[in-house]
């Protein structure tokens, strides 16, 4: 499939016949024996099985069969797994940071009145600036206002809507 000169795979349920080969593959899954998984995890992921866990195996090769037809993550969501592993080993191998999609853009004011008094809070490129102290976190300065724990970005109105159906 062609789009804006780009190769990319198909998406489930865009062709009937092939979402019924991949849902064949997974359900057979189910029938075979450990060894057997173990064979087809070393002709789908050219190594050898790391445990002879079936669920494990199952889960895996599930969706090593369903990467290998519809695609993997796309260059962004790999990007933002890779942050968050060096996150996680505390290394930091890319010069990026991960940011909160829900962070307004740096230099953003955001007003909360609370008990009559109006709370101005800056966005800073790492954190967050009120009354000229920074913090890392939407709650911290919420929890300083208030004296109570608060999800920062509800507190400020930030929090993301659920879509009504």
């Known amino acids: 499939m062609k789009h804006h000169n780009k190769i990319t795979p198909p998406t489930p349920g865009q062709d009937a016949s092939l979402d019924q080969t991949v849902l064949s593959r997974l359900a057979a899954l ?42 993997g993550p796309d260059r962004e969501t790999r990007r933002m797994l890779d942050l968050l592993a060096d996150e996680v080993e505390g290394i930091a191998r890319r010069k990026q940071q991960i940011t909160d999609p829900r962070n307004p853009v740096e230099g953003t004011q955001l007003i909360r009145e609370w008990n009559g008094v109006e709370h101005t809070v800056t966005v800073l490129k790492d954190g967050f600036d009120w009354e000229g102290r920074k913090y890392k976190s939407l709650s911290g300065v919420a929890r300083e206002i208030t004296g109570t724990r608060w999800n920062g970005y509800r507190f400020f109105g930030l929090q993301t809507r659920s879509r009504e159906v």
């Open 30 to 71: 189910k029938a075979k024996s450990v060894k057997e998984l173990k064979a087809e995890w070393e002709t789908l992921m050219g190594s050898s099985a790391p445990n002879n866990s079936r669920a494990f195996l199952e889960g895996r090769l599930a969706y090593r069969i369903q990467e290998l037809t519809y695609g």
